[in-house]
């Protein structure tokens, strides 16, 4: 049961663009919204974080938008540029199963063309 | 450098035997998390330490296990391995709870031959 999805794998947008990446989720317990940054051979690093309370959380290029009546979030990269070319995580965070934990998307892979 | 030291960078096994995989958190941090992530997956979080104390459990399998020991440091034991269980397996921590951001280690790939 997949409770936190990205449903596309890859993205291409031109140096300069908007890059918009997707999640969708399906608990409505999950109250903390992250998104994380993945380059090859390296751990993720965390982006950009939203709380349930809010609809817009904005950190210089990054935009994270959180939609609670869709149970959607997406991030917004603008301008884009080549090092943002990676694998993009979002995740969810709440109390699910009678615990309180994060439950990872499959990621979408970003390149950004020059 | 996100301060999360994982040792080894790569473990190559084969099947039926036990492996240990050790993380150290950032100075300071409390949480220590991990994470399998297997060939075209995301990240499936495994199990949650706090303090020493086991705080939340994921999608673990009763073969592996793991323990957070009073420096805090902590250790992930994956036994009678299987094919399936090779994969990437990250270490994070972060400062007290789920909420405070968590910094991931650069991970040990291991390989179940």
């Known amino acids: 049961d997949q409770q936190v999805k990205q449903n596309s794998p890859s993205l291409s947008v031109q140096e300069g663009r908007i890059s918009i990446l997707n999640c969708d989720y399906t608990?409505?317990?999950?109250?903390?919204f992250l998104w994380y940054k993945k380059y090859p051979a390296e751990g993720p690093t965390f982006l950009i974080s939203?709380?349930?309370?809010?609809d817009k959380n904005e950190d210089g290029r990054f935009t994270v938008f959180l939609n609670k009546s869709a149970k959607h979030l997406s991030l917004h990269i603008v301008p884009s540029q080549p090092g943002d070319s990676a694998v993009y995580f979002c995740a969810a965070a709440g109390a699910t199963s009678g615990t309180y934990k994060y439950i990872f998307g499959t990621g979408t892979r970003l390149k950004v063309l020059a | 450098d996100s301060g999360v030291t994982q040792t080894p960078k790569h473990l190559i096994t084969a099947t039926g035997q036990r492996v240990t995989l050790r993380c150290s958190p950032r100075s300071g941090d409390l949480s220590v998390y991990w994470y399998q992530q297997s060939l075209d997956q995301g990240l499936q979080f495994l199990i949650q330490y706090y303090n020493g104390e086991e705080r939340a459990k994921g999608n673990i399998l009763e073969r592996f296990s793991a323990q957070q020991f009073p420096d805090l440091h902590s250790e992930l034991n994956l036994s009678s391995l299987e094919l399936g269980d090779s994969a990437l397996y990250f270490c994070?921590?972060?400062?007290?709870?789920?909420?405070?951001?968590?910094?991931f280690g650069p991970g040990t790939r291991l390989t179940v031959l």
């Open positions: 939203i709380s349930s309370i809010k």
């Open positions: 608990n409505s317990m999950f109250d903390y």
């Open positions: 994070a921590s972060s400062a007290e709870t789920l909420t405070d951001t968590q910094y």
